[in-house]
């Protein structure tokens, strides 16, 4: 069903796909940064995997950045519950839950602790239990390591990302943090390094750079899943588990071989690749929230 969620200042459209008979229980989508449209893979997965098994999914086109600026996390959380809503008047008194990938993965444990009244359980995949702006210095040295850069590569890498923080902070000047990174924009690993040429005129587009996950974490009242891909190359997998379960003990965590950040063969963007560990947590999961036995073969 295509439908369109009223955010209050913008609308969006969404798709609604339910079981043919009654409702177990229903999932919102929240989105990776790089994920807005619907139509991912990973949305379109949950959307053929879990209806026939008799949970609603609805998934909705995630706003435009706004000039520039990052979405924050309260903001997204705000358009979850407007779905929340709507999803709950569709399927019923049944257990409802928000799913989120990457950066959803922060966006959902944000939505389930500021509307518990509207969140009975939470999926979160690829969960980084550390902050923004460390998960991007993770990744990115991660990243040049993996494409054989050496030491005095990820030195450089790791202090224009240093200075570009602090100058995204209102900290730094932006002068020199530009000076910086025009020493470094011609190296052969700049391109792995996800920072712009030119620096934005202000800082403030990243409001969310050192938001703290596991004061939210721990704030949680739901049950909750994490799926984390073994070869993810994106998050400090092991700091992130020991996070969440800092905050969350009885958080239920699993590691799916043979897949990475999006949780697919060679991460691959189709359905048919996702990880069947993946799915098969997913569905038991989902199941034990509605109260069910096991999911239908």
Not at 9 to 17: R, S
Not at 77 to 102: E, K, T
Not at 284 to 296: H, I, L, S, V, Y
């Amino acid at each position: 069903m295509e439908l369109t969620l009223d955010f209050g200042d913008i609308t969006t459209p969404a798709t609604l796909d339910g079981p043919d008979g009654p409702a177990l229980g229903g999932l919102v989508v929240l989105h990776g940064a790089q994920a807005g449209q619907r139509s991912y893979f990973l949305y379109e997965h949950l959307a053929q995997v879990l209806p026939p098994q008799g949970f609603a999914v609805l998934r909705f086109e995630r706003r435009p950045n706004p000039d520039g600026h990052d979405i924050p996390f309260e903001r997204q959380a705000a358009d979850a519950a407007v779905a929340l809503r709507h999803l709950r008047s569709v399927v019923g008194p049944v257990p409802v839950g928000v799913w989120g990938v990457s950066q959803g993965g922060w966006a959902a444990p944000v939505t389930a602790a500021a509307y518990p009244d509207l969140v009975d359980f939470c999926i979160a995949c690829s969960s980084a239990g550390v902050t923004p702006a460390k998960q991007m210095r993770y990744a990115t040295e991660r990243g040049l390591r993996l494409c054989g850069f050496g030491d005095a590569d990820v030195a450089e890498l790791l202090r224009a990302r240093a200075a570009a923080e602090e100058f995204l902070r209102g900290n730094g000047d932006r002068d020199e943090a530009q000076r910086i990174i025009d020493s470094v924009s011609d190296r052969p690993w700049f391109q792995h390094a996800f920072l712009p040429p030119q620096l934005p005129p202000e800082p403030g587009v990243w409001a969310d750079m050192d938001f703290d996950p596991v004061a939210v974490f721990a704030r949680m009242a739901c049950p909750v899943l994490l799926v984390y891909g073994e070869t993810d190359a994106s998050i400090p997998i092991d700091e992130s588990i020991a996070a969440w379960r800092g905050a969350v003990p009885e958080a239920e965590v699993v590691r799916a071989p043979g897949c990475d950040h999006v949780l697919s063969d060679g991460d691959r963007e189709e359905v048919g690749a996702v990880s069947p560990d993946y799915t098969r947590a997913l569905l038991d999961f989902c199941f034990r929230q509605a109260g069910m036995g096991t999911p239908k073969k």
